[in-house]
């Protein structure tokens, strides 16, 4: 049962980090050298502002993340063997 909870929270990670890195990848790391000094980007009439670098710190949380749900799902399945 612990395997499985395992197994589902790091889906649910991964699909976390995919979705919020595709999210920087397009808001943030495309656009980085546009930013001027105030941290703002205007490009095709959207203002993309600096924070969206905190795109990243939720990306490296959900795979670090994804981590602990692989490394519990392998103790787990080793304590039941």
């Known amino acids: 049962m612990i395997r499985l909870l395992a197994l589902i929270w790091t889906v649910l990670s991964l699909v976390t980090a995919i ?7 397009t808001m943030h790391w495309n656009n980085r050298a546009c930013f001027d000094e105030n941290g703002r ?3 095709d009439g959207v203002v993309y502002h600096d924070t969206s670098f905190l ?3 939720i ?9 602990a749900g692989v490394v519990i799902a392998m103790r787990a399945r080793r304590s039941a063997s």
Do not use: D, K, P, T
């Open 19 to 25: 979705a919020f890195g595709w999210l920087f990848l």
């Open 41 to 43: 980007c205007f490009l």
């Open 55 to 57: 795109y990243f710190w």
């Open 59 to 67: 990306v490296l949380l959900a795979a670090v993340s994804a981590l």
